[in-house]
């Protein structure tokens, strides 16, 4: 998953997490689907996820190259011994998707459910390590292993619900559809490939369930559910300044160097315009209720707050906020002579943009241009095949389910949307006409959170144990047919 979990500040922390096997009940006294389940059974499905989440983890798929293959096989095994319809499909060296599906027993079902991962993970150095991260070692309360927040833990979750939904015989009202796909660190192929070649084994579906969500955890308290209901997209920029070359002796004042760093600070105070989008104004509206009184209020009429110059100047100190309420520039990458004693005739950088829903990127990079105003300074994009940014909305039976299945594991604690700055594949899904939304069964510290893509990645073994249980009752009370 590209890009940083978003932590509001300010927060306060409510509401305990319930034990592991607790039987919640709804506020109407029925038991949710896993409630329905003996207690013995669900002992048995958790320490088969611990078992398979180990085994998953020991799989390295590093990507580059991936090597995703091995974790299909994985998959394609349990499938196979539960006699779960699926199929593996090796569309490049090495690399695989896999669908499986359960099909739906109803005379008038509804569209169906993809629970979507993607099996490659990130490199890792084991220098920097305190076990080797495809051991998948168990050290105090945690299983260590890269991928155990980014994302195979979720995907062990979704196996072992399809298995759950299986050997219950739960009655389904929709398909239910597994995709593992490859490449999702790097490129995407895995997803394009399958979108453009087996969509029809998607089905025409409604929903679809990814990674992204962000259920964040202090002691025994929960702050909030996060449920990702959109992502910011990327617009890399590659400015490129020209200038005559010398000597570093001979100091040139209209150098390559010198103008890009003009043109740089330029646009380093550039101040794109505020948009306030629904989602986000949905969100700082749920989460008002916990911010000290000032800020609160701002929350509550984030459009009239930022008519205020002082505020406007606290949400750009704000990284929590201000990727929120715009478009964003990051300069991260410089380069020029090869020398330190050479002025070169050329001297770049890349700026890492982040843009909206909805946004215009020619109206954007023209911005740009004009801001720079430097004929010898040009301005491209990095990446010319632009994804438009998209976001599904709050208001669909799915997303009810997630405040359903959330208020009997974490009563009273706020479910959100959340416009996240980073990127998931949930991207590509929704020009299908899915409403695609990043939901993590598992609660995470900010500690544990910040392993993603770092040293040290795990998960304490409790929420391997608990975790596919939420995801198991938000997706049986999403296709249940009682």
């Given amino acids: ?73 994985f998959f394609k095994k349990i499938f196979d011994q539960e ?12 690399r695989s998707d896999l669908w499986a599906r359960l099909p739906h027993s109803s005379s008038a079902p509804n569209r169906p459910i993809v629970l979507l991962n993607h099996m490659d993970v990130v490199t890792s150095n084991p220098a920097h390590w305190k076990v080797p991260p495809f051991s998948a070692e168990i050290i105090g309360d945690s299983i260590y292993g890269r991928g155990a927040q980014d994302m195979k833990s979720e995907g062990l979750a979704q196996l072992v619900v399809m298995v759950m939904l299986k050997r219950e015989k739960i009655p389904l009202d929709r398909d239910v559809i597994f995709l593992a796909v490859s490449d999702e660190e790097a490129a995407g192929t895995g997803t394009d490939w399958f979108i453009a070649n087996q969509r029809d084994l998607l089905g025409n579906a409604e929903f679809l369930i990814n990674e992204g969500g962000e259920n964040l955890l202090k002691g025994s308290k929960v702050k909030y559910i996060g449920v990702d209901v959109g992502e910011k997209t990327t617009f890399w920029l590659r400015v490129v300044a020209h200038g005559r070359p010398g000597h570093g002796s001979r100091p040139i004042r209209d150098s390559a160097p010198n103008r890009l760093v003009m043109a740089l600070n330029k646009i380093l105070a550039y101040r ?34 930022l008519q205020d110059k002082n505020f406007q100047q606290e949400v750009e100190r704000d990284e929590s906020l201000n990727y929120l309420l715009r478009d964003t520039i990051s300069l991260t990458m410089l380069g020029g002579s090869q020398q330190t004693n050479v002025i070169p005739p050329e001297a770049w950088a890349n700026l890492d943009v982040r843009m909206l829903p909805g946004e215009d990127t020619k109206s954007f990079l023209a911005s740009i241009r004009q801001v720079v105003n430097d004929p010898n300074v040009t301005v491209e994009p ?24 959330s208020a009997r594991y974490f009563p009273g604690t706020p479910v959100v949307p959340r416009l996240t700055s980073g990127y998931t ?12 939304y990043g939901f993590s069964p ?26 596919f249980r939420v995801l198991f009752d938000v997706v049986a009370t999403a296709v249940g047919t009682q």
Avoid: C
Avoid at 83 to 94: L, T
Avoid at 382 to 405: D, G, H, M, Q, W
């Fill in 1 to 73: 998953m590209f890009g940083r979990k978003f932590r509001l500040r300010g927060t306060i922390l409510i509401f305990a997490v319930f034990p592991l096997l607790l039987f919640t009940q709804t506020q109407e006294g029925t038991s949710l689907p896993s409630a329905r389940i003996a207690a013995e059974r669900i002992k048995q499905y958790s320490a088969l996820a611990v078992d398979w989440e180990r085994e998953y983890l020991r799989i390295d798929t590093t990507n580059p190259p991936g090597n995703e293959v091995r974790s299909a096989a």
């Fill in 425 to 436: 594949e949930n991207q590509r899904y929704r020009p299908l006409g899915i409403n695609a």
């Fill in 442 to 467: 598992y609660t995470a510290t900010e500690e544990e959170g910040n392993t993603e893509h770092g040293n040290d990645e795990r998960i304490r073994v409790e929420e391997v144990r608990r975790g």
């Fill in 83 to 94: 006699q779960i319809e699926n199929r593996v499909f090796d569309y490049a060296p090495g």
């Fill in 382 to 405: 990095v990446n010319p095949e632009f994804r438009i940014a998209n976001y599904s909305p709050t208001n669909t039976k799915l997303y009810e389910v997630f405040r359903t299945v």
């Fill in 272 to 305: 794109t315009p505020f948009k306030v989008l629904p989602v986000v104004e949905e969100f700082l509206q749920d989460m008002a209720a916990y911010e000290p009184p000032e800020r609160a209020q701002k929350f509550r009429n984030i459009k009239q707050a």
